[in-house]
């Protein structure tokens, strides 16, 4: 049903939202307001998960390069 890619980046995305949690909980002040927090979480969140999607763009961009390639020759 799912593919090795999608359980892969779907796991990542988690221990992404987990390791992002938890540096806004362990490294901010405790005197922070929540809302603080939320958007620093939200923009990190943003920010980390381009490591996640450009692996990906990347596989694609060359998998499509290859198919395409591959019915050329043929």
Do not use: G
């Amino acid at each position: 049903m799912f593919t090795e890619d999608v359980v892969f980046y779907s796991i990542a995305t988690i221990i992404l939202f987990l390791y992002v949690l938890y540096l806004v909980w362990e490294y901010s002040a405790k005197d922070v307001p929540l809302y603080i927090k939320i958007l620093t979480f939200i923009s990190w969140i943003l920010t980390f998960s381009i490591v996640l999607v450009l692996p990906i763009d990347i596989t694609n961009v060359l998998l499509l390069i290859l198919i395409v390639v591959d019915q050329i020759v043929k």
